[in-house]
């Protein structure tokens, strides 16, 4: 027996041994053959569904390629409000004024007119003579002026950046590529099976993957960071929590880990919060939107040891709760590796925000939370009480 495969023979004994003593342990080892034997249900569950996910998937793309480039000449002519409606919804991916161009159908004619920006007028053309039913283009869509931007929504445009948006079949090609390279690589045991084995490896992982590998590492000023999202219902009014969340002078009063902040000028302050290991961390950062009894938007600037940006919306419920969804991005220093240490220390961001929420909650439906708005407006009530009798 040469030196590698007695070094094989020895790590297969050890991890047989090591298997054999962690699941057949007097005490814990059903539990333990019982999670697996759970987990791996669920793994192969997973693993169905995400394959006849997959399939479904492939089968309605090659359903549209084909109806694409072999039309069924039975097709049933689609009726004019059927004909506008897919215009208007195509639209919408070249133009950035489609709400401003109006749409007409008769028996196949289509009539457009309107406003739109002179680069984006022939891609609506375009777009209305390619569509199922049209016979004829009617343009009268006069040029102007694009529509002004929106402000823009750092959270919304911070997921859609990470998000690797793969489709079900594109994901099932790329993992079954990668598994099949992998086996080869493997089965070839020299220097280019090895590579094989390695690219096939992460292309199989690659495949799984919910974010891009740039996104998951959280290295880099071009990374967004780490979303946190978390929802809860407080039993209290909306004015009241939305005048908390406006107000981050209030944070330290209800979040643990703010230990401290200071206005600096309007809507923007100096955060000082507890960092792993009761270590203080400060940045400024500023209140960038504000929608009473809606949403508040803040973001560090530039600089920040922790980079952070993020939204809270207020809904409220049928029962005069309301509904506090925060929805958040961070970036520690050095990324995933940062992230792991502070966890370690104790400073899982993740549970800190459970807890100063479940806090916020525990003050607001207590009344424990010095409301001085809300104490303000209840002493001018008696005195104006007062004044009248």
């Known amino acids: 027996?040469?030196?590698?495969?007695?070094?094989?023979?020895?790590?297969?004994?050890?991890?047989?041994?090591?298997?054999?003593?962690?699941?057949?342990?007097?005490?814990?080892?059903?539990?333990?053959?019982?999670?697996l034997a759970s987990g791996t249900k669920k793994l192969i569950r997973k693993a169905a569904h995400a394959g006849e996910k997959s399939l479904r998937d492939g089968q309605n793309r090659l359903a549209g390629l084909a109806a694409q480039f072999l039309p069924d000449p039975n097709m049933e002519t689609p009726s004019d409000r059927v004909v506008e409606e897919r215009i208007r919804s195509r639209m919408g991916r070249v133009s950035s004024n489609a709400r401003k161009i109006h749409v007409l159908c008769d028996h196949g004619t289509v009539t457009l007119w309107g406003t739109s920006p002179e680069e984006e007028l022939n891609a609506v053309v375009r777009v209305a003579e390619a569509t199922h039913g049209v016979t004829e283009v009617l343009n009268h869509i006069e040029v102007g002026p694009a529509e002004e931007i929106a402000l823009p929504d750092l959270v919304k445009d911070a997921r859609n950046e990470i998000r690797?948006?793969?489709?079900?079949?594109?994901?099932?090609?790329?993992?079954?590529?990668?598994?099949?390279?992998?086996?080869?690589?493997?089965?070839?045991?020299?220097?280019?099976?090895?590579?094989?084995?390695?690219?096939?490896?992460?292309?199989?992982?690659?495949?799984?993957?919910?974010?891009?590998?740039?996104?998951?590492?959280?290295?880099?000023?071009?990374?967004?960071?780490f979303e946190i999202e978390r929802t809860i219902?407080?039993?209290?009014?909306?004015?009241?929590?939305?005048?908390?969340?406006?107000?981050?002078?209030n944070y330290p009063k209800a979040f643990s880990h703010v230990a401290r902040i200071e206005r600096l000028g309007e809507n923007l302050y100096r955060w000082t919060v507890n960092g792993p290991g009761g270590i203080p961390i400060g940045w400024e950062g500023?209140?960038?939107?504000?929608?009473?009894?809606?949403?508040?938007?803040?973001?560090?600037?530039?600089?920040?040891?922790?980079?952070?940006?993020?939204?809270?919306?207020?809904?409220?419920?049928?029962?005069?709760?309301?509904?506090?969804?925060?929805?958040?991005?961070?970036?520690?220093?050095a990324g995933i590796l940062g992230r792991f240490f502070?966890?370690?220390?104790?400073?899982?961001?993740?549970?800190?925000?459970?807890?100063?929420?479940?806090?916020?909650?525990?003050?607001?439906?207590?009344?424990?939370?010095?409301?001085?708005?809300?104490?303000?407006?209840?002493?001018?009530?008696?005195?104006?009480?007062?004044?009248?009798?």
């Open 233 to 249: 219902r407080i039993n209290a009014p909306i004015s009241d929590l939305y005048d908390f969340w406006a107000n981050p002078e």
């Open 164 to 225: 690797l948006d793969w489709s079900p079949s594109k994901r099932l090609l790329v993992g079954t590529t990668g598994a099949a390279l992998a086996i080869y690589g493997w089965k070839r045991n020299d220097m280019i099976g090895k590579a094989l084995s390695l690219l096939g490896t992460g292309l199989a992982a690659r495949s799984t993957m919910q974010n891009h590998l740039r996104a998951s590492l959280a290295i880099g000023k071009s990374s967004p960071g």
């Open 286 to 333: 500023v209140i960038t939107r504000t929608i009473p009894n809606t949403l508040v938007e803040w973001k560090s600037l530039p600089g920040s040891p922790i980079a952070n940006f993020g939204v809270v919306h207020f809904d409220p419920h049928y029962d005069a709760s309301t509904r506090v969804h925060v929805r958040m991005f961070y970036r520690p220093p």
């Open 1 to 35: 027996m040469n030196g590698r495969k007695l070094t094989s023979a020895i790590l297969i004994g050890l991890g047989t041994a090591a298997a054999t003593a962690y699941f057949a342990h007097p005490k814990h080892g059903r539990k333990r053959r019982e999670a």
């Open 342 to 389: 502070a966890e370690l220390l104790g400073a899982d961001a993740n549970q800190i925000l459970d807890q100063d929420l479940k806090h916020l909650k525990h003050m607001f439906e207590k009344n424990e939370f010095p409301n001085e708005q809300k104490k303000s407006k209840v002493e001018e009530a008696e005195l104006l009480k007062t004044a009248t009798t």
